[in-house]
């Protein structure tokens, strides 16, 4: 795919999830595995080719509930990047109030991987963060696992799941989330195991505003990482550019 196959998107490509791993800051092993590094140099190499001008910067399960990581990128990427954080359940109301002030919007729950708060403690901090500051939560989970979670996330505030949600079962019940207003991200193409465009089609068909594209660069511990040819994917199965920017950029902005 050369760059002229590029969708054309007035404002740019908002590029929902992505990893920042930079020197200097704390990692931790998870499950034996600590990513290599991937600094904001390494992802802006990659992304302005792609016509992205912002995105939102996903905490790893690797990077715990530290923060400065998140704050260093984020006043390094500039505006238009937001970030997702992870926090343990008793952060005082004025240092998630300060994460605000300088570009974090949203809460994540790693279910497949860890390194965030426990899932027990999903549903006081979706009400508190989002009644606080308007924040939502973004749940690393699969949709194999969605069953025993439907009512709960159907009554939160403010959801969206990861990658797809993975896995092929479990996929009618993303679907009964997606028409009753959680967001899915389009990202982690190589992690899920069922048909991308017809997936991508399933859930556009159901709430058109519920898909955001993303890169996941770097793709850590993908079976495959970002191709640009992805992007192809998603925009001959979609045929809007609202999963590119507009439905992200509300997402994210939007109290």
Known sequence: MNSTALPDVEGGLFDAHLHIIAPGFPLIPNQGYTPDFFTVDDYLARAKPLGITGGAVVSGSFQGFDQTYLLAALARLGPGFVGVTQLPANTPDDVILDLDSKGVRAVRFNLQRGGSEDVSQLERMALRVHELCGWHVELYVANRHLAGLRALLARLPKVSIDHLGLTAEGFDDL???????????????????????????????????????????????APRVFEEADIAVTNQAVQTDGIFRRNAIRWYTSV
Do not use: H, Y
């Open 175 to 221: 679907l009964w989330l997606v028409e009753r207003g959680i967001k899915v991200k389009a990202t982690g193409f190589g992690r899920c195991d069922f048909d991308i465009a017809e997936a991508l089609r399933r859930i556009d068909a159901v709430n058109p505003e519920a898909l955001m594209f993303g890169t996941d660069l770097p793709c850590t511990r």
